[in-house]
């Protein structure tokens, strides 16, 4: 190859349809600086200058003590999971994406399906301990959409089962209930930071530790396990942030007030024009909720005139691709299809939903007219 050939830039193709999310990004030349500084520091990663002040400035945007930066949400979890040493059978649910399971079959667990509670789509409290068994050592609930888990219920059957508590908070940045941050409970909760989400860094993720001891074992874990340069304590990964992401993350930090006031603005002018349709329902946060608006979930139920499959097709036949999150289930899968606990008849509720949610787009950059379009084809339920 010739090394001085000039590298020749291929441009996307021109895509003028209106996609579930778009990730918010900050002014491209807010970021240089930011490089400069990487280009004449040569840090590229291991915990580097941008990774710990990245670090400190969510603890204090997200209102918590501690915090690991991950190169993802899958690893965080997958690391969460080792840093508890959780084995046996974690309790989880089959609402949500698919890599909220494979992080316990990543580590060798086997998952157990709970079906979810019909108003807030999460795991229904009153249907976990029927599942525990000798084996349960945890819970892995699921901020689904970022409305909150029934976290009292599940810290009660967690204290008289003596289980550890996973969130799956991949949704859930910023997410505020009556008692401060939803990421202050259970025993460890996971973030994601990909470009799909409220907050982004590229790829990212994060995990939110309740001390200072238990933050050192994960960021023992994931950095291969080592302590120092000749100890190595654990069989831990690779899943560090880089500082390319790290830096980027706190330039974001900068802009996401402004991003999560215009997905409010678009989540209120989606309720204010689908209230009175006749077959669609919006998901509700309990009152004291301070939400992200991560997701616009309605429910197309069976007195709307079309199933949700044909609205699904009906709004890209106007270019616009909701999403069916979550469809199929993650207990539909083919890894996980055979569990006892992954029957349908388990899971009706979950089973119900996933035939029935459509997630319209959402994110700063949609225009007013845009969302009236699209909350106009869903209002007239038909071309
Ligand atoms: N737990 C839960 C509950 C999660 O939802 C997720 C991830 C995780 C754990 C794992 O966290 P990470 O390891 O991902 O940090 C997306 C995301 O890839 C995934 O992160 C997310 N959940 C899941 C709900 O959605 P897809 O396959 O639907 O993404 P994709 O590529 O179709 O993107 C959706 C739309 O977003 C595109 O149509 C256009 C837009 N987009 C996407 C990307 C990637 C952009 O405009 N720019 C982009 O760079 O899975």
Same mark, same amino acid.
């Given at each position: 190859m010739n090394a001085a050939a000039p590298v020749r830039v291929i441009s996307p193709e021109p895509d003028d349809r209106i996609f579930v999310t778009q990730p918010h990004m900050a002014p491209l030349d807010e970021f240089i600086p930011y490089l400069e500084k990487i280009w004449e520091s040569k840090v590229l990663t291991n915990r580097g200058p941008f990774h710990r002040q990245l /670090?400190?400035? =969510?603890?204090?945007? =997200?209102?918590v003590e501690h915090l690991a930066l991950f190169a993802n949400g899958t690893l965080a979890l997958v690391t969460a999971l080792q840093a508890l040493r959780i084995t046996g059978e974690v309790i989880t649910t089959p609402y949500s994406f698919v890599a909220t399971a494979h992080s316990l079959l990543w580590n060798?667990?086997? &998952?157990?399906?709970?079906?979810?509670? &019909?108003?807030?789509?999460?795991?229904?409290?009153?249907?976990? /301990? !029927? !599942?525990?068994? &000798?084996?349960?050592?945890?819970?892995?609930?699921?901020?689904?959409?970022?409305?909150?888990?029934?976290?009292? !219920?599940?810290?009660?059957? !967690?204290?008289n089962y003596n289980l550890k508590v996973i969130y799956d908070a991949a949704h859930a940045f910023g997410v505020q209930t009556d008692s401060g941050s939803v990421l202050q409970h259970g025993d460890l909760s996971a973030l994601s930071f990909h470009a799909t989400k409220v907050f982004n860094t590229f790829e990212g993720g994060a995990i939110i530790c309740p001390d200072a001891k238990t933050k050192q074992r994960i960021d023992h874990l994931k950095n291969f396990g080592y302590v120092d340069e000749v100890t190595v304590v654990a069989p831990g990964i690779n899943a560090k942030m880089s500082e390319i992401n790290a830096a980027f993350g706190l330039l974001q930090l900068k802009h996401v007030d402004e991003a999560i006031a215009k997905r409010k603005r678009i989540d209120a002018m989606y309720r204010g024009q689908l209230r009175d349709v006749k077959g669609i329902r919006c998901l509700e946060d309990a009152g004291e909720t301070v939400a992200n608006c991560a997701y616009f979930p309605i429910l197309v139920e069976s007195d709307y005139p079309m199933s949700r499959d044909a609205l699904f097709e009906l709004l890209r036949s106007h270019d616009i691709v909701a999403r069916r999150y979550f469809y199929p289930l993650i207990s539909d899968f083919p890894m996980y299809r055979g569990l006892p606990s992954a029957s349908r008849d388990n899971l009706p509720v979950a089973t119900d939903a996933a035939l029935k949610v459509l997630c319209l787009p959402i994110y700063p950059a949609l225009s007013d007219e845009q969302v009236e379009r699209i909350a106009g084809i869903v209002a007239r339920g038909r071309s």
């Amino acid at each position: 190859m010739n090394a001085a050939a000039p590298v020749r830039v291929i441009s996307p193709e021109p895509d003028d349809r209106i996609f579930v999310t778009q990730p918010h990004m900050a002014p491209l030349d807010e970021f240089i600086p930011y490089l400069e500084k990487i280009w004449e520091s040569k840090v590229l990663t291991n915990r580097g200058p941008f990774h710990r002040q990245l /670090e400190d400035a =969510l603890c204090e945007y =997200l209102g918590v003590e501690h915090l690991a930066l991950f190169a993802n949400g899958t690893l965080a979890l997958v690391t969460a999971l080792q840093a508890l040493r959780i084995t046996g059978e974690v309790i989880t649910t089959p609402y949500s994406f698919v890599a909220t399971a494979h992080s316990l079959l990543w580590n060798g667990i086997k &998952p157990v399906f709970v079906d979810i509670d &019909p108003d807030t789509l999460n795991l229904d409290p009153h249907k976990i /301990e !029927a !599942a525990i068994t &000798p084996q349960t050592t945890a819970i892995m609930p699921v901020h689904c959409y970022g409305h909150p888990c029934d976290v009292e !219920a599940i810290r009660r059957i !967690a204290d008289n089962y003596n289980l550890k508590v996973i969130y799956d908070a991949a949704h859930a940045f910023g997410v505020q209930t009556d008692s401060g941050s939803v990421l202050q409970h259970g025993d460890l909760s996971a973030l994601s930071f990909h470009a799909t989400k409220v907050f982004n860094t590229f790829e990212g993720g994060a995990i939110i530790c309740p001390d200072a001891k238990t933050k050192q074992r994960i960021d023992h874990l994931k950095n291969f396990g080592y302590v120092d340069e000749v100890t190595v304590v654990a069989p831990g990964i690779n899943a560090k942030m880089s500082e390319i992401n790290a830096a980027f993350g706190l330039l974001q930090l900068k802009h996401v007030d402004e991003a999560i006031a215009k997905r409010k603005r678009i989540d209120a002018m989606y309720r204010g024009q689908l209230r009175d349709v006749k077959g669609i329902r919006c998901l509700e946060d309990a009152g004291e909720t301070v939400a992200n608006c991560a997701y616009f979930p309605i429910l197309v139920e069976s007195d709307y005139p079309m199933s949700r499959d044909a609205l699904f097709e009906l709004l890209r036949s106007h270019d616009i691709v909701a999403r069916r999150y979550f469809y199929p289930l993650i207990s539909d899968f083919p890894m996980y299809r055979g569990l006892p606990s992954a029957s349908r008849d388990n899971l009706p509720v979950a089973t119900d939903a996933a035939l029935k949610v459509l997630c319209l787009p959402i994110y700063p950059a949609l225009s007013d007219e845009q969302v009236e379009r699209i909350a106009g084809i869903v209002a007239r339920g038909r071309s």
